[in-house]
T-cell receptor, first 112, second 113 residues
């Protein structure tokens, strides 16, 4: 599709669980992003990585913990989430920050 | 503070008619602007961008957008709408710090046969 894959596509977790979202890009890009998309709200930028270094943390609660082991992979580790964290989580990549982004299909997260 | 506004939650157009999806922005410094489209159960797809140069930019699927600095707008347009254009459209803006940019709340485009 777009060269950015995300797993799992759907995830249901309890508030005490720990889970991780995975993103992989096959485009040779150097920047990667995590977004949260909730119904009737603007897309929220969560984290930005450039050359595996976190360059932006947009006031995201510590229960969300990103990890970028290399320029092709990005993880979002989740623990003790709240029901209001239920949303579509989108990963994206771009050649460098500030350029057009290519999005994955997203992970639909439901916190029960 | 930087922001972007899409004043219409929904736009309805008949197939074959021209369409416009509006976007206005507020930034300090020179803006760089993007349009993305999202189909159901899919991620966003890049349509077009303005960084510098010609105010009229052309993008994918016959879409174009005009950068208007005096009106701080970047409206998306297409001369003849298709039913397959029905989707959610997002405008995004950034400036200066390439690590920080903002998306609008989205406009749902409905193209009726």
């Amino acid at each position: 599709e777009t060269g950015v894959t995300q797993t799992p596509r759907h995830l249901v977790m309890g508030m005490t669980n720990k889970k991780s979202l995975k993103c992989e890009q096959h485009l040779g890009h150097n920047a990667m992003y995590w977004y949260k998309q909730s119904a009737k709200k603007p897309l929220e930028l969560m984290f930005v990585y450039s050359l595996e270094e976190r360059v932006e943390n947009n006031s995201v609660p510590s229960r969300f913990s990103p990890e970028c082991p290399n320029s092709s992979h990005l993880f979002l580790h989740l623990h003790t989430l709240q029901p209001e964290d239920s949303a579509l989580y989108l990963c994206a990549s771009s050649p460098w920050t500030g350029q057009e982004q290519y999005f994955g299909p997203g992970t639909r997260l439901t916190v029960t | 503070a930087q922001s972007v506004a899409q004043p219409e939650d929904q736009v309805n157009v008949a197939e074959g008619n021209p369409l416009t999806v509006k976007c206005t922005y507020s930034v300090s410094g020179n803006p760089y602007l993007f349009w993305y489209v999202q189909y159901p159960n899919r991620g966003l797809q890049f349509l077009l961008k303005y960084i510098t140069g010609d105010n009229l930019v052309k993008g994918s699927y016959g879409f174009e957008a005009e950068f208007n600095k005096s009106q701080t707008s970047f409206h998306l347009k297409k001369p003849s709408a298709l039913v397959s254009d029905s989707a959610l459209y997002f405008c995004a803006v950034g400036s200066g710090n390439f690590n920080k940019f903002y998306f609008g709340s989205g406009t749902k485009l409905n193209v009726k046969p």
